[in-house]
């Protein structure tokens, strides 16, 4: 059984008007994280999921707003049940960081190693290693080549193709905020039920 998360409980007031750090951002739970201290940071999935479902793939290139709250189900979906957590929660350290392109990553490498901590950080409160399975990256390109495929123009389907990912075999029906930020908790409680009643452990 996985464990309560301190910000599934409402921060209190003393949490809420602490003065935030030059190097902090302020949750929609109310607590801040500070990006030098992010393993003292309190936070939960409600927070991941709100921040997720705002933000939009493809730093909101695509013809349609898609949220990486649904991009993390679909990716989920395609993963036996023992990788489903960790398919889930495969990009939530976005939730604090924000959605860099790939292309921009590669010229920080200050952020990299800014990123890697945080995804640590956010990893372990969910009871996860460090560093994801290779089933989980397989998983993300194979969604990235159906996602390019439906909400991109032709040239990135076609990059798509290049990159040796085969598209999956559906359509992606983009959601509101609301919807996504709803499915990814419903997946989450999901998975967490189906961990429960097999007796795996976090």
């Known amino acids: 059984m996985l464990p309560q998360h301190h910000a599934d409980v409402a921060p209190t007031a003393v949490a809420r008007h602490q003065a935030p750090s030059a190097r902090a951002i302020t949750t929609q739970s109310g607590f801040t994280f500070d990006f030098n201290e992010p393993e003292e940071a ?35 979906d395609q993963l036996p049940p023992h990788l489903k957590l960790a398919g889930l929660l495969h990009d939530a350290a976005e939730a604090f960081l924000g959605d860099v392109s790939s292309p921009l990553k590669a010229l920080l490498p200050d952020y990299r190693a800014i990123e890697a901590r945080v995804e640590a950080v956010v990893l372990r409160q969910f009871g996860l290693p460090p560093t994801l399975p290779p089933e989980i990256k397989a998983a993300d390109l194979a969604l990235l080549a159906t996602e390019q495929r439906y909400l991109m123009p032709g040239r990135a389907a076609d990059w798509a193709r290049r990159g040796g990912s085969v598209p999956l075999p559906f359509e992606i029906v983009p959601l509101a905020p609301e919807q996504a930020k709803a499915l990814f908790l419903g997946r989450y409680q999901e998975i967490l039920a189906a961990r429960s009643d097999s007796g795996a452990q976090p």
Request: net charge neutral.
């Open 42 to 76: 309190i936070f939960g999935i409600e927070d991941i999921a709100h921040a997720l479902s705002h933000i939009c793939r493809f730093t909101g290139h695509t013809r349609t707003f898609y949220s990486v709250a649904q991009h993390s189900v679909l990716v989920a």
